[in-house]
T-cell receptor, first 115, second 112 residues
Framework: EAGVAQSPRYKIIEKRQSVAFWCNPISGHATLYWYQQILGQGPKLLIQ????????DSQLPKDRFSAERLKGVDSTLKIQPAKLEDSAVYLC?????????????FGPGTRLLVL | KQEVTQIPAALSVPEGENLVLNCSFT??????LQWFRQDPGKGLTSLLLIQSSQREQTSGRLNASLDKSSGRSTLYIAASQPGDSATYLCAVPLGGSEKLVFGKGTKLTVNP
């Protein structure tokens, strides 16, 4: 079974530029998550999708971050404009369904450096 | 508000040693607790998930315990190997949701 795929793996941009990350979840997984992991910290949930609908985006900085999951499969996370403090690893995860007992499977992450 | 703390932040041990990683959480009303492993440049891999009704879970050389009343969990690694070198994170769901709250992790180095 293929895992969660993310691209690109690394990205270096200058502040005020825009950047987009892509995630392809495990086939059949209805729930998709984007996490931000700053160096030395644990991952923090940015947004959760159930199929193509948003379940929780309470910690997404909506003035600069946006995410979509068209057709309920792949998802993109965009930052525009980027700030220095956005330097982090962006992790995508998916689970079969919703619920506290569902296991989340994580992708390898996209490491973003904002200069 | 749920807060998860992991001690120590880093640990270095010689190969073959048994070791314990600690995780504490402020709200004891949790559904489960999960331990993850993170290798450099890679995502998170789930190691063990303990339901609130359980006191421990074992997988190979790993044993995780849970004491809800005291808000603590430990991950015990027996006979450590250099391949165990990684960052270990614990996480609990926030309330009854799937939203995971993570600790900052413990970076483990096992020296040959």
């Amino acid at each position: 079974e293929a895992g969660v795929a993310q691209s690109p793996r690394y990205k270096i941009i200058e502040k005020r530029q825009s950047v987009a990350f892509w995630c392809n979840p495990i086939s059949g997984h209805a729930t998709l998550y984007w996490y931000q992991q700053i160096l030395g910290q644990g991952p923090k949930l940015l947004i959760q999708f159930q199929n193509n609908g948003v379940v929780d985006d309470s910690q997404l900085p909506k003035d600069r971050f946006s995410a979509e999951r068209l057709k309920g499969v792949d998802s993109t996370l965009k930052i525009q404009p980027a700030k220095l403090e956005d330097s982090a690893v962006y992790l995508c995860a998916s689970s079969l369904g919703q619920g506290v007992r569902e296991t989340q499977y994580f992708g390898p992450g996209t490491r973003l450096l904002v200069l | 508000k749920q807060e998860v703390t992991q001690i120590p932040a880093a640990l270095s041990v010689p190969e073959g040693e048994n070791l314990v990683l600690n995780c504490s959480f402020t709200d004891s009303a949790i559904y489960n607790l999960q331990w993850f492993r993170q290798d450099p440049g890679k995502g998170l891999t789930s190691l063990l998930l303990i339901q609130s009704s359980q006191r421990e879970q074992t997988s190979g050389r790993l044993n995780a315990s849970l004491d809800k009343s005291s808000g603590r969990s430990t991950l015990y690694i027996a006979a450590s190997q250099p391949g165990d070198s990684a960052t270990y994170l614990c996480a609990v769901p926030l309330g009854g949701s799937e939203k995971l709250v993570f600790g900052k992790g413990t970076k483990l180095t096992v020296n040959p």
